[in-house]
């Protein structure tokens, strides 16, 4: 395991603090949701320049504000190069905020790769908590589990393009106040077992999973459910 921003403590992520990022093969966990596309930039290295990728996005939200994209296009980044460190510090000065957010990574991601994405197949599975209007696709809850059976799971409809998952554990959870979980243990279970099936299958390129403490409603139900889903566990202490 690939412990790239190693996790020492517990605390506010919000729309831009970094607590944990590690890599376990084609899995990337992290805290913040933002740092995805820097994950899959580093993905992406391994695979032909030529490949396209289908998406699957499963949020609470849409990530899809595009907010900083023009402050993006103008740096002409190098994504085959950049660091860990030189991505979080890219910074938006008018507003003296870090350039890339739990918001809008999506969005850039889509701009700045859009020559390694198949956009006829891409999807996202969210709680309509704002416009995901850059993917072709919108998935509803009961869907779910049939659509990752059929197209990452076993049934395997054929489509001659990996995935890039991109997956949220705030979607298990209701909005807040209450943050409590709205799948079955079953369906969880399902979901968890198509992404690891369609990873050793290299139905999957890559997959991202974030906690989202804010958003799960704390650090505790999102590793439990991190633990639960793919058997990650943290072994520290506040």
């Known amino acids: 395991m690939n412990h790239i921003i190693p ?3 517990r605390g506010f992520s919000g729309p831009h603090t970094d607590h944990l990022l590690f890599q376990d093969n084609k899995i990337y966990v992290m805290d913040n949701h933002r740092l ?3 994950a899959w930039s580093d993905a992406l290295k391994l695979t032909q320049s030529s490949e396209q990728f289908n998406l699957l996005h499963i949020d609470a939200h849409p990530d899809m504000s595009d907010a ?3 402050d993006i296009q103008k740096l002409a980044i190098d994504w085959s190069t950049i660091s860990i460190n030189d991505y979080q510090h890219l910074w938006q000065t008018e507003y003296n905020i870090p350039l890339i957010r739990w918001d809008n990574y999506l969005t850039i991601f889509l701009d700045q790769f859009s020559n390694r994405v198949n956009f006829e197949n891409t999807f996202s599975a969210t709680h309509k908590m704002g416009s995901s209007k850059k993917l072709r696709h919108d998935i509803l809850p009961h869907e779910l589990l049939k659509f990752m059976n059929d197209y990452i ?3 395997l409809f054929y489509n001659p393009h990996r995935w890039i998952v991109n997956l949220d554990l705030d ?4 909005p ?3 943050k409590v979980i709205l799948f079955s243990d079953d369906v969880i ?3 968890a ?4 099936t369609g990873i050793e299958n290299d139905i999957i390129a890559v997959c991202t999973i974030a906690l989202s403490p804010e958003c799960s409603g704390s650090w505790e139900k999102a590793e439990w459910l991190l633990e639960k889903m793919f058997g990650y566990k943290f072994d520290i202490k506040d």
Not at 171 to 174: A, E, G, I, R, W
């Open 36 to 38: 995805a596309l820097w």
């Open 7 to 9: 996790f020492k403590s």
């Open 193 to 196: 077992k198509c992404i690891k």
């Open 171 to 174: 979607y298990f959870f209701s």
């Open 68 to 70: 900083a994209l023009n």
């Open 176 to 178: 807040q106040p209450e």
């Open 189 to 191: 279970d399902q979901i």
């Open 153 to 155: 799971g076993e049934r």
